[in-house]
């Protein structure tokens, strides 16, 4: 079966916490990283794609922290992918990227499809659905 990564793991946890906070109230990584027995350094990297992609919102300061950029029901799990993995293709050949068994490769109809229905099926899902 496929496998997510690690990063990507981390980053549904990360999304699925902040979706239980109140609006306008943000979390310290840190505090979340302690609590959860997870890599802050590992988690900071993936805070700051999630960041990049305005999945989230950091505040400075002393009640600092992470909170989501808008509600959960407006956020899709493909845009978390997107943000974290960048395509969500599961073989390089669907990437656009170069496939050295593209002349007797009989299994990319069937990748592609699975692509295809992966991608649609995260982009129906909200980051609320997930969080049911």
């Known amino acids: 079966m496929l496998k997510i990564s690690k990063e990507l793991d981390l980053a549904l946890?990360?999304?699925?916490e902040l979706?239980?906070?109140?609006?306008?109230?943000s979390m310290s990584l840190s505090g979340f990283a302690t609590a959860k027995h997870?890599?802050?350094r590992f988690l900071s990297k993936v805070a700051a794609k999630l960041k990049k992609a305005r999945l989230i919102v950091s505040k400075e300061g002393r009640d600092g922290g992470y909170g989501l950029s808008r509600k959960a029901k407006k956020i899709k799990a493909g845009q978390i992918f997107k943000a974290v993995e960048g395509k969500t293709a599961p073989v390089?050949?669907?990437q656009g990227?170069?496939?050295?068994?593209q002349k007797f490769c009989k299994q990319r109809q069937l990748l592609s499809k699975l692509?295809?229905?992966m991608?649609?099926?995260?982009?129906?899902?909200s980051l609320e659905e997930l969080c049911r």
């Not at 979706?19 to 109230?25: A, C, R, S, Y």
């Not at 991608?119 to 899902?125: A, D, F, G």
């Open 92 to 94: 390089a050949c669907l």
């Open 119 to 125: 991608e649609k099926q995260l982009n129906q899902t």
């Open 19 to 25: 979706t239980g906070l109140k609006p306008g109230e």
């Open 38 to 40: 997870l890599p802050y």
């Open 97 to 101: 990227q170069k496939c050295l068994a």
């Open 13 to 16: 946890l990360l999304m699925v």
């Open 115 to 117: 692509s295809r229905v």
